[in-house]
């Protein structure tokens, strides 16, 4: 079936230091992936999306490139800040038919001044 | 920004009760679902409804679970009779559509706790 891999967390990075959370993932066909962040006490919200091979979605200075080739949407960040603390989570949705998503276990971002 | 509401946020019961969690979608999605979060795994898919019925549903979502959209703004979640292993983070979730482009927009989750 369906699955997303991610680096396991927690990660701990310096403020204005360089974030990259690694994601992998199987699927069948050709999937959607995501990227979901948590912050503290709050819910899952969209950060980016792909839906094709090679594109890149880009949100709030993050960015991730789908890779059809190696089956990856790396997050990355070139400058983190201590707001950026939070749980992120790689998922992925095949296409028409499937309503779910299939997430990642999520890894956890801490950003010290 | 309009958002999905759940409550309670915290929902204490004891092992054998009934439990129900309530969310209350965006109001002009059409499709709603419900993920669970065991504590240090996965978000699991458990159930999407459409259109007054469920439309696809994982292996968790056995008979212990029902969905319902009693009215026209509320979804909810019920648990027949709870077991230990029911204890988790439960998300609700809606969108307008199922394409990539229609996210599904989450709740800030119930924590379900069985004693």
């Known amino acids: 079936g369906d699955s997303v891999t991610q680096m396991e967390g927690p990660v701990t990075l310096s403020e204005e230091a360089f974030l990259t959370i690694n994601c992998t993932y199987t699927?069948?066909?050709?999937?959607?992936l995501f990227w979901y962040v948590q912050y503290p006490g709050e819910g899952l919200q969209l950060l980016l999306k792909?839906?094709?091979?090679?594109d890149k979605g880009s949100n709030k200075g993050f960015e991730a490139t789908y890779r059809k080739e190696t089956t990856s949407f790396h997050l990355e960040k070139g400058s983190v800040q201590v707001s950026d603390s939070a749980v992120y989570f790689c998922a992925l949705k095949t296409g028409a038919g499937s309503y779910q998503l299939t997430f990642g276990k999520g890894t956890k971002l801490s950003v010290i001044p | 920004e309009p958002e999905v509401t759940q409550t309670p946020s915290h929902q204490v019961t004891q092992m054998g009760q009934e439990v129900i969690l309530r969310c209350v979608p965006i109001?002009?999605?059409?499709?709603f679902y419900w993920y669970r979060q065991i504590l240090g795994q996965k978000v699991e898919f458990l159930v999407s409804?459409?259109?007054?019925?469920?439309?696809?549903k994982s292996e968790i979502f056995d008979d212990q679970f029902s969905v319902e959209r009693p009215d026209g703004s509320n979804f909810t979640l019920k648990i027949r009779s709870t077991k230990l292993e029911d204890s988790a983070m439960y998300f609700c979730?809606?969108?307008?559509?199922?394409?990539?482009?229609?996210?599904?927009?989450f709740g800030d989750g119930t924590r379900l706790s069985i004693l």
């Open positions: 109001s002009n999605h059409l499709y």
């Open positions: 792909a839906t094709k091979a090679d």
């Open positions: 409804f459409y259109n007054n019925e469920i439309s696809e």
């Open positions: 979730a809606s969108s307008s559509g199922t394409g990539a482009n229609q996210p599904q927009h």
């Open positions: 699927a069948t066909g050709y999937p959607s």
